[in-house]
């Protein structure tokens, strides 16, 4: 039985053996299509609403600035379009959250098995 191959691999012709692109053009590249930091703030209070989803504290246009996006999956890269990986919280329950991570960690981290 002959091992064969599932598919063919092409090689990247456009690719160039010595890449003359500056790593600030290879960054701005990678970023391309993916929204801001204020694009996807917008999106997210459009989509989910003036409200915090851990504490449920409404907020309007006068103190929309205490509302953050939270990331769930704690990429901040990653920002679908559909709002899916972003919730509202407010700083205070944001900060909780963040807080929760480090005590977590640090009480795995002494823990001796």
Known sequence: MRNRRPFKVEKNKSAKKSDTRSVADIVKELRKGAPSSGDYR??????????CAKCGREFDFSNQHLLTVHHKDGNHMNNPPDGSNWEN?????????????????????????
């Open 42 to 51: 917008k999106q997210s209070l459009k989509i989910h609403g003036l409200i």
């Open 89 to 113: 919280l407010c700083v205070y329950c944001h900060d909780d959250e963040h807080s929760r991570e480090v005590l977590g960690d640090y009480f795995n981290s002494d823990r001796k098995d």
